[in-house]
């Protein structure tokens, strides 16, 4: 399915790395080395306030981090993050969005341009029937705003695809991964289902923020299980969605992302257990003496767990 699904893309992706060797034993007397991996799990983490806006007043020992449960120790703690950023713009060309691209195409450029430093980089993909990656990773503006004035219309809606291959070609990108899916919620067309683009989109640790565009007065032709699912699939990765039907509502959906991402935290631990399921559930919360401190309803977003199996 994988191999496949990569062949819809335009370029191919890079090659896996290949496996360390194991080391050798030095001698017959000496005791075997035991190596164990264990990654750091990043959790990057939105606080807003009761208005929505991002919260930036707290400090590392007002979280507490589990794993399933079990408490974990915060290894790493950062205010407003300055990590890389990748992002995946993902626009829907099909049928059903064929009126309002134009408007979504300007937005897009607006943001690109608000949200990119030189460490940062944009790849475009459209999809309708197939999915397409038209601008690979870049950090020039222009580049992304060229490609987004060549997107081409199609019949069908190919959205699980899209998540799925966007995850794909931010597997092995380095910093946080964020996929931006401008569409109307529908899926007609694709070849992955709803659990295996969230489970790409997880092993990738890709957050996603969907754009979901609705016309002004709701008709039969509303996809609203595409909706629900576009809502479900934001919020287990970390990300958040946006309802927008004018200019200014899509121009307000994207300051509110690049917003988000610049103010968000980063936690991380080492996981203090070895063995367990392959999917690691996260929990992450305030402690009471932080929510007194605070004295408000604080909302934290982050991704709901990661795959035990990708730890290398």
């Known amino acids: 399915m994988k191999r496949f699904l990569a062949s819809l893309l335009l370029s191919a ?15 017959a007397a000496q005791a075997p080395t035991i190596e164990v991996n264990v990654r750091l799990v990043n959790v990057l983490t939105s606080v807003e306030d009761r208005a929505g806006a991002p919260y930036g007043g707290l400090q590392k020992e007002d979280f507490r981090l589990m794993e399933d449960g079990e408490a974990q120790k915060i290894a790493i703690f950062e205010k407003q993050s300055e990590l890389p950023l990748s992002i995946v713009l993902a626009m829907d060309t099909s049928m059903s969005t064929r009126k309002d691209l134009p408007l979504e195409v300007a937005s897009a450029r607006r943001f690109t341009r608000a949200i990119l430093r030189p460490v940062d980089a944009v790849a475009v ?78 092993i990738a640790e890709a957050m996603i923020f969907s754009i979901i565009m609705v016309p002004i007065q709701a008709d039969a032709g509303r996809d609203t ?25 899509l121009d307000e959906a994207f300051r509110r992302i690049s917003d988000e991402l610049r103010t968000q935290y980063l936690l991380a631990y080492y996981p203090n257990r070895k063995l367990g399921s392959e999917f690691r559930r996260i929990q992450l919360e305030l402690t009471p003496a932080a929510r007194l401190r605070v004295g408000q309803s604080l909302r934290l977003r982050y991704r709901t767990g990661y795959y035990n199996s990708k730890i290398e």
């Not at 992706?13 to 001698?27: E, I, Y």
């Not at 060549?150 to 597997?171: P, R, V, W």
């Open 225 to 249: 299980g595409g909706e629900h699912a576009l809502m479900q699939l934001s919020e287990d990765t970390g990300g958040r969605y946006f309802y927008a039907s004018s200019t200014t509502q």
């Open 125 to 202: 993909f459209q999809f309708s029937t197939y999915v397409s990656q038209v601008q690979e990773f870049t950090s020039d503006a222009h580049s992304v705003e060229q490609a987004l004035s060549h997107l081409k219309s199609g019949a069908a809606t190919a959205l699980y695809d899209a998540i799925y291959l966007g995850a794909e070609a931010l597997e092995k990108r380095r910093g946080r991964k964020v996929i931006v899916l401008i569409t109307d919620g529908g899926d007609t067309s694709s070849k992955t289902n709803y659990a295996e683009a969230l489970r790409a989109s997880q």
């Open 13 to 27: 992706l890079p090659m896996a790395a290949q496996s360390a060797q194991p080391t050798p034993l030095q001698s």
